[in-house]
């Protein structure tokens, strides 16, 4: 039976609202300009920006848009959103349309949790368990790692095709796609609390993840180290006491991500153990592991160091961030985990700004993120703005250097999720509200962003400060919170002093003391 186009419209409008509808951003309105066509409205934002601040809140929710379109549950087979989402219009597009797991396909996922649409990461572990058995069989082949683990390096497709590729030592040597990418099966459970689910698919895939790395890293110098591996997708200038000294080079043993993206997937490992009640080989050896992992080292200038030593660079600009993983979306090197380190990753990320880095749509969509969870609101605003003169189409899709460059999808979901950065973060076990608020941002609001533990938060705030927020409790459990900058607040009338053990259904309203 023909439904009829008005009956199809409004079938898929009210579908999409019901996943688009549940956060609404306000960063104060554009007036006039924001009736614009966008291809106008970008062209005066180049010179203009402060006179269109709902450009910045189109953006951020085009992201959405474009992840609830691109990843979604149909059929038997749901595919991911790859380099061009899934909107291609070549034979060959770029960078053959696979999934870059080096950053492009994670960052496609960061703001599913935070922006409410933690439903849309199912197509990824999809083709997490179809790369799995492939992973598999390159481990014994490559690797003689037969003990249930599976490798992914820097590239895969829609078949898990999980061989490094054959050209570019400065990325193809990367085996530690499925640590990286187990981080993103992690973070859906902390933003939704489903243990089904982090039992009967994640669990699995976290277990093969770790199994690659407890037979692949080897005991150097006291600590478990990876090798050979690179720093995606940097080289360094090899030293004097080394062969072939004043050769670029891209391969070493343990740089500082692998050993971040270790620590990650161990602590994963843990935490799912205590979860799900699990206590076995796989829990242990995470155990007895993580103390093994070398922590991230600091350089001559206070930087944090890429390398296990402190190579010449040959892009002290690359628009990587690898080293500084742990600043986001990880967790290790953030100022309330561990304030020298995060002190040490702003030097570094000052650093690749200072010569260049940023280079690229979803580079410059990276440092938003990273400067808001050092708590730098304004430098989170400025490589919005920056992103926004530079980047997108006229259709607002990213690019890799500018319109009439290769399309790019990770840096739309990038910019999303460092939009949602700014207004609210919850890695450190606390539900921290407006942690990064820039100062051109004086008034605002927004409704239905989601913490971890499976909190829905709406907020307002005017001349810079918190004016009320609620925070409503899907599943129940702790709950720390934090305003702005440490600010005295109160919750449902009472001086907020320690956390709160929170129910299901429960509202928790924050005001200023």
Known sequence: MRAGFPAIEQAATADHEA??????????????????????????????????????TLMFQFGRYSLIASSRKTGTSPL????????????EPAWGGRYTVNINLEMNYWPAGVTNLA????????????????????????????????????????????????????????????????????????????????????????????????????SFNGYLSTGPSSSPENAFVVPNDMSESGNEEGIDIAPTMDNTLLSE??????????????NNTDTTKAASSLPLIKLPQIGSYGQILEWRHEYQ?????HRHMSPIFGLYPGSQMTPLVNSTLAAAATVLLDHRIAHGSGSTGWSRAWTISLYSRLFDGDAAWN???????????ANLW?????????????????FTAGIAEMLLQSHAGVVHLL?????????????????????????????????????????????????????????????????????????YEISLL
């Open 383 to 393: 490589h919005t703005q920056v992103f926004l003169k530079t980047y997108p189409s």
């Open 80 to 91: 991911p959103p790859n380099l061009q989402g899934l909107w291609n219009e070549d034979y």
């Open 119 to 218: 439903e849309t990461l199912g197509p990824l572990i999809f083709l997490l368990e179809t790369v799995k058995p492939r992973g598999q069989d390159i481990a014994r082949r490559m690797y003689n790692c037969d003990n249930g683990g599976y490798v992914l390096h820097h590239n895969t497709d829609i078949w898990g095709d999980a061989v490094p590729v054959n050209n570019g030592t400065k990325w193809t040597m990367w085996p530690m796609g499925g640590a990286w990418l187990s981080a993103n099966l992690m973070e859906y459970y902390r933003f939704t609390q489903d243990t089904n689910l982090l039992k009967e698919r994640i669990w699995p895939l976290l277990r093969s993840a770790a199994q690659f790395y407890h037979c692949y890293v080897f």
């Open 398 to 414: 990213n690019t890799d250097s500018g319109p009439g460059s290769a399309f790019q999808i990770d840096g739309n979901f990038g």
């Open 19 to 56: 996943l688009a509808g549940r956060v609404h951003l306000d960063l104060a309105s554009s007036g006039a300009a924001g009736n614009l066509p966008t291809d106008v409205r970008l062209e005066r934002y180049k010179t203009h920006p402060d006179a269109d601040p709902e450009l910045v």
């Open 265 to 278: 997937l161990f602590h994963s490992i843990i935490e799912t153990g205590k979860v799900l009640g699990i």
């Open 313 to 317: 660079e040959t892009e002290p600009g």
């Open 435 to 507: 942690p990064a608020l820039p100062s051109a941002v004086p008034h605002g609001k927004v409704s239905g962003l989601v913490a971890r533990g499976n909190f829905v938060v709406d907020m307002e705030w005017s001349d810079g400060k918190l004016t009320w927020a609620t925070i409503t409790a899907r599943t129940g459990g702790k709950l720390a919170i934090r305003v702005q900058d440490g600010q005295q607040f109160g919750v449902n009338g009472s001086v907020y002093t320690e956390e709160i053990s929170s129910v299901e259904g429960g509202i």
